[in-house]
Structure formats: structure tokens, C-alpha cells
């Protein structure tokens, strides 16, 4: 313990366990995918690496987000929060419109142009996008940047509701329409930013009402159409929540209402402490639904085993430190909430899905972060990571350190630069003052011997009295 106390005690101890957390389940989830999707691949393409090839690609384009959004200072994350949740609500409402306009037209998929959507996802020009992911990182951003500059005043009702309140019901309202679990995962955003920031305890309370009102009232509109629900059919955002209550017996819906459930926990079941080995588990054969997104922890536990689902487990609880670690160390307010608000996001987010699959929780579709096959999620997630990691390179013992013993000059053209030193703000120089002739009364005679500075020269008294009094 001494010797793991001494080692976190390092400056730059945040940032390599952030580097390390990430990466290492970056390699474990493309190790899953390909092993998810292999055999299905190879049965309907005849190619077993189509799926991995395409999370590889959004993986190389997650490290360039990485590096690029690790080199950037919080002022520009401040200004890019209020154009990017813009972005995230004007995609997210192009997406409602399109798919409410295919429910009322009994199509699949709605298309303006080059512009296509489907249930979750939009399709521009053949790219792939799921605006969701987009309005995570913006609300993290903005959300940082209004309670950073509100400061005390978040204790008055006044001031948190204006602009924070509408605009994050706005977007709970355009992302769980479509997505009830990812309206989750950024309610769990919304709280872990405000606790970062101190807010009492009774607003806290509010919100959790005012959350809990909403989350039923877009499990209701299910039976409307929302989401994947269809207008009078059963509303499966409901029978999800009570079956999780009340779970029926497996015998008896394992080929209907919880067959996904069933198939996953025959999955666990299957692995047992150590797994069946990787690349040699059954169920994804087609058995099990969603094997290489929601579902693919259920994977995991077949091939690996308890010992591999502990890995991963672990990885993102060394993650949930380093970021709950870089929030607590830096002094800068933005910093501090951004870092708690991805921190929350990550986390709560793994937590939803891994509970969805062994039964903790209810069902959600939420994908394992780093894990899960998507492509925007991916990169998104990476670049949020990228952020936590230049907060990390900013706190000020690491800041310090990096100058003390600054690295090459090419490390920090390619890699990151290096951060501010903490306590110091560049301050424009003042101009010099323009120069004058001195007057006469100040120019010292030739031979008049210079004086020390603030010295008072002792003046003789001369002449009598009573000239000295005229």
C-alpha cells in the first residue's frame, strides 16, 4: 500500500492511469467486437473482419479526437460548448421530425436529400451519425461553462433555472422520445455536474421529481409510437420496467417477452469462472440478440469468464478514480465540472448496461462505452477521454512538473504542448512612457556629488536670527 501510495503521488499519475484505463479497453473492445461478429459476418458476407474493420477505422478516428482534443485549452472547450449543443439539437430535431414523418407515412426510414433517418440514427451522404452521442459532450461542455460562471449564485432558484433548466428538458425531451436510456444517462450527467458544483441538497430533490415525471411520461408515449413502439401494440418501454419487478418465470417467456434476458444470462451461465475461450462462444450464433452492441458483456462473461468481466469491471473503475481524482485537483471551476460531468457520463452509462445484463437493472439499450460495436459512440467517447487527459496534463503538480523538466520540443509539436503553470496570467505589457526634457529645477549642477536615492540633504543654517525669520 505504501509503495501504490507513492506511485499515485506522482505528478502525472492522473494522466498514465487515464492513458492506460482507456486504452487497454479500447484493445479489449475491438478484441470483442471481431469476436461478437465474426461468424455472422462470415455467414452473410462471406468476410469475418467486415464489422471490426469499421470499428477499427472509427477507432483510428477516436485516437486523432483524442489527440486533438487533448492539446486544446479549457477556453476553447468554454467557446465550442454553445455551437456544439446547437449542432446536437438541431441534428436531434431533424431526426424526430424524419422518423415521426415515416411513423405516419408505415415506413422504416424517412429521407430529405442526402439526409435519411432510422429510429436512433441519422445517415448523411452514407455517414453514419447518432446524434445522442453528440449531446452528451455538448451538454457536458455547456453545462460546465453556465455553472462555472454562475459560481455562488446556483443557490437561488433564478439562476439555475435560467438558461440550464429549458434547454436540458429540451434536450431529455428530443433524446427520449427516441432513446429512454440515453435520456437516462444524461439525467445521471446533469446530477454528477451539479453535485460537482455544490448545489443543495432540496434541488437535488426537485430535479429528481421533475425527472421521475418525465421518464413516465416517455415510457407513456411508447404506446403512441415513440421510440421503436408502435401505435396500439403493447408498450415495451412498460413491459420492460415490469418485468423487471415482477419477473415472470423464464421457462415460461424465454421464447417471447424475455428471451434477450434469458439468452444472456444462459450466456453467463455458460462461461462460468473462466470462460469457454475467446472466439468460441455459442450464443452469439445468431442466439443472442444485439451481441455485438447491448448485449455484448454477455459475450465477455461466455468467452472470458468471471475473471474477464472483473477485468473489465476493474479497468472502469480505475477510470471512474482518475476522473473523480483530476476533478478534485485542479483549480480551475470549468475544469473541475467538466471533469465530474464525463466522469458521470462514462460511468453511470457502463453501469446501466453491465446492470441490464446480468438483471440489476432494467433493459435499457444503452452500449458499454469503449466496448460495444458503434462507430460515433466510439469517437465521441475517445474524445471526451482526450479532454480528461489535458485537464490531467493541467492540474498543478503535473503542470510544474512538465516545466521543470519539459519534454523535446518535436514530443510537443506532435503530442501535446505544454499546459499554463498555475497562479500565473499573462499580462499585456505596458508601453513605455514617453520620454520628456527634464526641467530646470530637477537638472543637478556639474558638480553637485550624487545623493543616494530617498536620502534628505541636510541643509546649514546661515545668517543671524532675524534674517532667518524674514
Not at 153 to 174: I, K, N, Q, S, Y
Not at 186 to 206: I, K, N, T
Not at 228 to 233: A, D, L, V
Not at 441 to 448: K, P, T, V, W
Amino acid at each position: 500500500m505504501a509503495a501504490l501510495r507513492g506511485l499515485l503521488d506522482r505528478p502525472m499519475a492522473s494522466y498514465y492511469l487515464l492513458i492506460s484505463s482507456a486504452g487497454l479497453l479500447l484493445l479489449i473492445g475491438l478484441t470483442m467486437v471481431f469476436s461478437a461478429t465474426s461468424v455472422k459476418d462470415y455467414a452473410e458476407e462471406g468476410n469475418a473482419t467486415t464489422s471490426v474493420v469499421k470499428q477499427a477505422i472509427f477507432a483510428v478516428i477516436g485516437v486523432v479526437a483524442f489527440w486533438a482534443c487533448q492539446r486544446l485549452p479549457a477556453t476553447t472547450y468554454r467557446a465550442l460548448g454553445r455551437p456544439l449543443l446547437f449542432t446536437a439539437i438541431g441534428l436531434l430535431l431533424v431526426l424526430n421530425l424524419l422518423v415521426a414523418w415515416a411513423r405516419l407515412s408505415n415506413t422504416d426510414s424517412a429521407s430529405i436529400g442526402p439526409i435519411e433517418a432510422y429510429l436512433n440514427w441519422l445517415f448523411i451522404g452514407g455517414v453514419q451519425v447518432q446524434p445522442s452521442e453528440l449531446a452528451k459532450f455538448a451538454l457536458v461542455l455547456w453545462g460546465a461553462h453556465v455553472v462555472a460562471r454562475k459560481g455562488a449564485a446556483l443557490g437561488w432558484w433564478r439562476e439555475l433555472a435560467t438558461p440550464l433548466v429549458p434547454m436540458v428538458g429540451l434536450l431529455f425531451v428530443l433524446v427520449g422520445y427516441n432513446d429512454l436510456g440515453t435520456m437516462i444517462c444524461l439525467l445521471a450527467l446533469v446530477v454528477g455536474l451539479l453535485w460537482a458544483a455544490g448545489v443543495r441538497l432540496r434541488v437535488f430533490g426537485a430535479l429528481s421529481v421533475a425527472g421521475l415525471v418525465g421518464v413516465g411520461l416517455l415510457i407513456a408515449v411508447a404506446s403512441l409510437g415513440a421510440g421503436s413502439g408502435e401505435r396500439g401494440e403493447e408498450n415495451y418501454r412498460l413491459a420492460r420496467l415490469l418485468s423487471f419487478f415482477n419477473p415472470p418465470d423464464p421457462e415460461e417467456c424465454k421464447l417471447t417477452d424475455c428471451y434477450q434476458l434469458f439468452q444472456g444470462r444462459l450466456a453467463i451461465e455458460h462461461g462460468g469462472w473462466f470462460g469457454v475461450g475467446l472466439g468460441k462462444g455459442s450464443l452469439k450464433w445468431d442466439w443472442l440478440p444485439e451481441a455485438h452492441n447491448d448485449f455484448i458483456f454477455a459475450v465477455v462473461a461466455e468467452e472470458l469468464g468471471v475473471v474477464g468481466c472483473a477485468v473489465i469491471l476493474t479497468l472502469f473503475a480505475v477510470l471512474a478514480y482518475t476522473g473523480l481524482r483530476i476533478a478534485r485537483r485542479v483549480d480551475d471551476p470549468f475544469r473541475r465540472l467538466a471533469a465530474a460531468a464525463v466522469t458521470t457520463w462514462l460511468v453511470s452509462q457502463a453501469v446501466i448496461n453491465v446492470g441490464g445484463v446480468v438483471g440489476l437493472m432494467p433493459i435499457t439499450g444503452l452500449p458499454l462505452p469503449f466496448i460495444s460495436d458503434g462507430g460515433s459512440a466510439l469517437v465521441v467517447t475517445l474524445a471526451a477521454v482526450g479532454m480528461l487527459a489535458s485537464f490531467a496534463r493541467a492540474e498543478p503538480d503535473a503542470a510544474r512538473a512538465l516545466h521543470a523538466r519539459p519534454p523535446a520540443r518535436w514530443v510537443r509539436l506532435l503530442w501535446a504542448p505544454l499546459p499554463p503553470l498555475p497562479g500565473r496570467r499573462r499580462r499585456t505589457a505596458s508601453p513605455p512612457a514617453a520620454r520628456e526634457p527634464v526641467p530646470r529645477a530637477r537638472q543637478r549642477r556639474s558638480d553637485e556629488q550624487a545623493a543616494p536615492r530617498g536620502a534628505r540633504q541636510s541643509r546649514a543654517r546661515s545668517g543671524t536670527a532675524s534674517e532667518r525669520r524674514r
